[in-house]
C-alpha cells in the first residue's frame, strides 16, 4: 500500500485548499483514513479521520473548518482546508489504519496507523 498526498501550497490567511491522498495497492474499503499535521520541532498530531462507512471526527481547533470526504472508485481521500489560520502552517500527513483505529477511544494514535504518506506542506500566512 502505498499513500501520496498532494495540493500543498501557500495561501494567505482565510483562504482554502483542498489535499488529496492517493491510495495506490489493495486498501480494504474498511480502513481508516486519517489525517495528520507536523510542524518542526513539535509532535505530529491529529487532525480529523474518516471510517469505512465514511464517518467523519475532527480534532476541536479544526472543527468547522476542515472537512474530510472520500472518492471510493478513485481510491482517493481529500482534506477540505476553509478559514486557513497561520497556525494551520503544518507538513500534512494521510495515514492508513485498521478500521478498529478509527474506533479506538484516541484515534489520533499514531501507533494505529501502518502506512503513511510522504506529506505535503501547507503554509498560510
Known amino acids: 500500500v502505498q499513500l501520496v498526498e498532494s495540493g500543498g501550497g501557500s495561501v494567505q490567511a482565510g483562504g482554502s485548499l483542498k489535499l488529496s491522498c492517493a491510495r495506490y495497492?489493495?486498501?480494504?474499503?474498511?480502513?481508516?483514513m486519517g489525517w495528520f499535521r507536523q510542524v518542526p520541532g513539535m509532535q505530529r498530531e491529529g487532525v480529523g479521520r474518516?471510517?469505512?462507512?465514511?464517518?467523519?471526527r475532527y480534532t476541536d481547533p479544526v472543527k468547522g473548518r476542515f472537512t474530510i470526504s472520500r472518492d471510493i472508485a478513485k481510491n482517493t481521500v481529500y482534506l477540505q482546508m476553509d478559514s486557513l489560520k497561520p497556525e494551520d502552517t503544518a507538513i500534512y500527513y494521510c495515514?492508513?489504519?485498521?478500521?478498529?483505529?478509527?474506533?479506538?477511544?484516541?484515534?489520533?494514535?499514531?501507533?494505529?496507523?501502518?502506512?503513511w504518506g510522504q506529506g505535503t506542506q501547507v503554509t498560510v500566512s
Open positions: 495515514a492508513r489504519g485498521p478500521n478498529s483505529a478509527c474506533y479506538s477511544g484516541s484515534w489520533s494514535n499514531l501507533e494505529l496507523y501502518n502506512y
Open positions: 495497492g489493495y486498501v480494504s474499503r474498511t480502513s481508516c
Open positions: 474518516i471510517d469505512g462507512q465514511g464517518v467523519t
